[in-house]
C-alpha cells in the first residue's frame, strides 16, 4: 500500500503498510512483517476534505424580483475599428439581418447587421469615427 521511511534514534526504518482494517495494520519493518492493532482509530483519523457550509440566499427585493420592460436592443460593435459609411437614418424601421454600416477593421471591410426586428432609436456613431469592440452603435426599439 503505502512506503515510509522513518528515523527513531538514530536507526532508520523502511515501513511498508501492507493491510489495514478498521482494528489492525499489517505493516513489515525492514523485511520482518508484524500485525498491530490500533485502539480507537475513528477518533484519530480526520477528514482533509473541507465542509461546506453554505450561507442563506436573500430574499430578493422588489425591484429584483420584477421583470423590467425591455427598452430596447443595443447593436454594439464586434471589433475595435473605424465607421465607413452608416446605412439607415433614425426612425428607420429594420428587420433581424438587416445591413446597418460597415466598418473597417484590421483592414478589412465589415457589416454590421441588425440582431432584432424594430425601429432605428437611436446612432451613437458618426461615420469616419473610431469605435472599440462592444462600443455601442445602435439602439433598436
Not at 447587421?113 to 462600443?135: C, F, R, Y
Request: charged letters at 30%.
Amino acid at each position: 500500500m503505502k512506503k515510509y521511511k522513518f528515523k527513531i534514534r538514530g536507526n532508520e526504518y523502511d515501513v511498508e503498510i501492507k493491510d489495514f482494517d478498521n482494528t489492525t495494520a499489517e505493516i513489515e519493518v525492514n523485511g520482518t512483517t508484524y500485525t498491530v492493532e490500533l485502539e480507537n482509530i475513528k477518533s484519530q483519523l480526520k477528514t482533509k476534505t473541507p465542509k461546506l457550509i453554505r450561507s442563506s440566499v436573500p430574499t430578493p427585493s422588489h425591484k429584483e424580483s420584477t421583470i423590467q420592460k425591455n427598452e430596447g436592443s443595443s447593436v454594439k460593435s464586434p471589433l475595435p475599428g473605424t465607421i465607413v459609411k452608416i446605412l439607415v437614418k433614425e426612425g428607420d424601421k429594420v428587420k433581424e439581418g438587416d445591413k446597418l454600416l460597415t466598418m473597417e477593421a484590421m483592414k478589412m471591410e465589415n457589416n454590421v447587421l441588425a440582431e432584432a426586428s424594430g425601429t432605428i432609436a437611436k446612432i451613437h456613431v458618426t461615420e469616419a469615427q473610431t469605435v472599440l469592440q462592444n462600443d455601442t452603435l445602435f439602439t433598436i426599439s
